[in-house]
């Protein structure tokens, strides 16, 4: 769903995209890795969408925003969950602008880098050679968290799954008027109204 909303928005602006294709495989640390090897095909190594880890397929255009999603220099702001706006495309390095925490306006050079993510329930460990970035035009609200951000618009097709999510949403926006929130659960008798989970278990203690 994320990933169908950022590709709809980049396609709406202006400018050529560029694509750029992950190198995926199986890893050899991987127990019986030949017959692993041979087992899966590259074509469904690059379909599997892993939490965490980049697609195997990246569209970007200049001006396009987009998160970093691995630690790579945190001294110089390049932490995971930073925010860059897209200045470069080039064919083995992403330039981009920090516009988040401390490092506001720094140039970055975003290489390719290897990863192999390791909490999966994948009967091997994928290889994926890729930048460690994600468009974000739209992200989820996990994602979110520690984000200031002066305009915010929250999709709530269905209520919130757990407790504090709807307030970490909310308080990620500086002024109540930069603030929209668009709901769409038919099941409650308001229409525009959702449900905020709370957990009432949490104040027993208090007082």
Sequence with gaps: MLDYYNLTLIRLFAGESKIYRSVDSVCKSTVNYESMENMYTPEYLNSLR????????????????????????????????????????????????????????????????????????????????QFPVSLCYAMTINKSQGQTLKYVGLYLPRPVFSHGQFYVAISRVTTPLGLHIVCENETHPIVGMTKNVVYHEVFANLG
């Design 50 to 129: 892993i939490a965490g880890v980049p697609n195997h397929q990246l569209e970007l255009k200049i001006g396009s925003p987009i998160v970093l999603l691995r630690n790579l220099a945190p001294s110089k702001g390049l932490c995971n969950g930073t925010w860059l706006i897209v200045t470069q495309l080039c064919a083995r390095v992403i330039e981009a602008v920090i516009v988040t925490e401390n490092h506001i306006g720094d140039k970055a050079f975003i290489p390719r880098i290897c990863m192999r993510p390791s909490d999966t329930a994948l009967p091997f460990t994928l290889k994926r050679v």
